[in-house]
């Protein structure tokens, strides 16, 4: 069986390919997983699941008329309704017939002769496609630290990310959890109100600003709805894809009092945007110190137990690591049956068949949730053995980091597309935004090729790598390289250290890709009798020219501007 394209997962992206993909009239099956569509949202059904980017924000933004129809219920929307989202663009957009769900896809293979990709799954498809791309999530391989003793544990021991789908009920447990990141502080404080006693593993204190969620009022939506495009605009001008309000100011210029105002009505505001107080706080230390030390200070005035409190404050960078948005975290350890059991020096020795043993100390658990995160931006393509020309792999070819140019394509892999592959801003965006942008690019050039009778385009090997060393430089600007985060791999022990999303701001990224398009697919090589590299005459990408006051792409130009990047 042969199709345009094979599309890998069934999430946002896949499902918004897949839209595109018919609507230009070509052939395309998609494979997931998963028993149903909606990606990361699909998994992580642990309780307390819910999005940080404003519900209003969180979603497509490629039809006037879904956004009018569509009314989220709060401000940040719990997984159900985002899941029911999802399920709601694959009927409304009639796109379930092209997905074949339960179905992994192992291994995509091109054929230098064809010049197609032959696709295997796990249950016996092959099938052959000129294009294949990439939806695999950055998120979605979750990762299993090799505890010992794990398998004599006698209760069960679940993960965040592949939630059982009937729930779990805690009632009259004794509850373990494991890590701090943003599952676990989101699902801690609801299985803490039904266990009888949890027990916190903490390696690494987190930050975390309170949500204020609530309920979203007709008047709001209508509000917004009102001249919805406005907002669209505004949040893709903006580095985060996201729009809310900041303060360019830096954060040293102000006098303490003037300061500690203004962190109190960002706390106030809540959610990711207190990171946008100040213009530099991911920039300079000595302004980051200042967000750090009113952010502990938060901590120890919420915190009732003093040891507890200075256990949970963190030492490092304020929004090194992803910042977490939490309802009653913190406050969640003044309950008498929580505690949390420091593992930062002392790490957890042993799954023992009634608990978890740590620096010779027994906890009895019945149950153990892990929320130890992912193999971010690059696991899922690990799982999968995609092999390009001259039968390298891409996992031997990113043995040392990922590498693609624009985050979109990798040398050596032709006609295959990677939607928020890593090089692109994808994590450290509103994930929708940065999904259509891609998408829309993609299309823009699968039509192109269509158009001209081309039969391949692949990454030149010099722009990738110039492209993979801006990548670098641009990281270094900014004070979020500075810790061991999964945007580094360096959550998971082995893997190679290096800034893998594209940092310097969602709109200078888009202004590169929209460059590299207009200048006839700068970078690219393109392959077939009547190739030639020019721009198309159509283009889907039109819709992301927002006006960009940021000519310059260099690592001295985004420092200068200090793009907060949250
Ligand atoms: O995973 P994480 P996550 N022993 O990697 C700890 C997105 N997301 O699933 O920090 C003990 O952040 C680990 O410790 P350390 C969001 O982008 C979004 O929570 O490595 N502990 C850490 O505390 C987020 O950032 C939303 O020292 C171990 C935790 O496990 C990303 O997904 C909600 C350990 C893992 O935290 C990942 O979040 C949820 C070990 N061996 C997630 N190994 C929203 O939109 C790991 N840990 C709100």
């Known amino acids: 069986m042969a199709f345009d394209a094979v599309v890998v997962g069934a999430g946002f992206a896949g499902l918004y390919m897949l839209y595109r993909l018919r609507d230009l009239g070509l052939t395309a099956r998609v494979y997931e997983a998963g028993g149903g569509v909606g990606g ?13 980017v404003e519900s209003m924000q ?77 939806a695999v999530g950055c998120l979605s391989a979750t990762n299993h630290p090799a505890f010992a003793g794990r398998e004599h ?99 040293l210029d102000v006098p303490p009092e003037e300061r500690e105002r203004q962190y109190e009505e960002a706390w106030k505001r809540g959610g990711l945007p207190f990171l946008g107080a100040y213009g530099d706080l991911l920039f300079e230390k000595a302004a980051n110190d200042t967000i750090a030390d009113f952010a502990r200070r938060k901590i ?68 153990v949730v892990c929320a130890t995160g992912f193999a971010a931006m690059t696991g899922s393509f690990d799982k999968i053995r995609i092999t390009g020309r001259n039968g390298l792999t891409l996992a031997e070819k990113w043995r040392a980091g990922p590498r693609a140019y624009l985050g979109v394509a990798s040398a050596g892999f032709p006609n295959l597309f990677t939607i928020t592959g890593p090089g692109s801003p994808s994590v450290l965006a509103s994930m929708i935004q940065a999904i259509e942008q891609h998408v829309d690019w993609m299309m823009d050039c699968i039509a192109h090729m269509r158009d001209i009778g081309a039969s391949t385009i692949e990454p030149i090997e010099k722009y990738e790598d110039e492209w993979i060393e801006h990548v670098n430089e641009v990281s270094k600007v900014s004070l979020r390289s500075t810790c061991s985060s999964w945007y580094v791999g360096a959550n998971i022990p082995g893997r190679p250290r290096v800034f893998m999303p594209y940092i310097g701001g969602f709109p200078v990224y888009v202004q590169k890709c929209n460059e590299v398009m207009t200048n006839g697919f700068e970078g690219f090589a393109i392959g077939g009798s009547n190739a030639k590299n020019e721009a198309p005459r159509v283009r889907l990408t039109e819709r992301w020219r927002a006006p960009l006051d940021i000519e310059v792409i260099s690592p001295a130009a985004i420092a200068a501007r200090r793009v907060p990047v949250v």
């Not at 992580?44 to 699941?49: D, E, F, Q």
């Not at 002769?113 to 092959?126: H, K, L, P, S, V």
């Not at 404050?313 to 008498?336: A, I, M, Q």
């Not at 505690?339 to 906890?363: A, H, Q, W």
């Open 58 to 134: 969180y979603s497509f933004s490629f039809s006037e008329e879904l956004d009018q129809q569509w009314d989220w219920s709060e401000k940040y929307a719990p997984q159900p309704e985002i899941l029911a989202y999802a399920n709601h663009i694959a009927d409304r957009f009639d796109l379930r017939r092209h997905i074949v769900l339960n179905t992994r896809v192992t291994a995509a293979t091109f054929d230098e002769t064809a010049n197609c990709w032959c696709i295997e799954t796990d249950r016996g498809d092959q099938v052959k496609a000129k294009f294949c791309i990439m």
């Open 300 to 367: 120890r005035s919420i915190v009732k137990d003093a040891a507890t409190a200075e256990l949970l404050c963190p030492s490092n960078v304020f929004g090194c690591k992803r910042l977490c948005v939490d309802t009653g975290y913190f406050e969640t350890y003044n309950l008498p049956h929580v505690r949390l059991v420091d593992v930062s020096k002392m790490p957890i020795e042993r799954f023992t068949p009634l608990g978890i043993e740590v620096n010779g100390t027994e906890y009895p658990l019945d149950a």
């Open 40 to 52: 990361t949202w699909y998994w992580n059904r642990y309780p307390g699941a819910r999005c940080d």
């Open 153 to 251: 544990f006698r209760g069960p021991i679940y993960h965040t990310g592949e939630w059982p789908h009937e729930g779990v009920d805690f009632t009259g447990l004794r509850v373990g959890v494991i890590g701090t990141g943003s599952s676990a502080v989101q699902s801690i404080p609801i299985i803490a109100q039904q266990a009888a006693a949890l027990t916190v593993f903490q390696r690494t204190a987190t930050y975390s600003v309170p949500a204020w969620n609530e309920k979203l009022t007709p008047e709001y939506r209508k509000a917004i709805k009102a001249d919805y495009p406005a907002l669209r605009a505004k949040a893709r001008a903006r580095p985060t894809g996201f729009y809310f309000p900041f303060n360019m100011q830096p954060a």
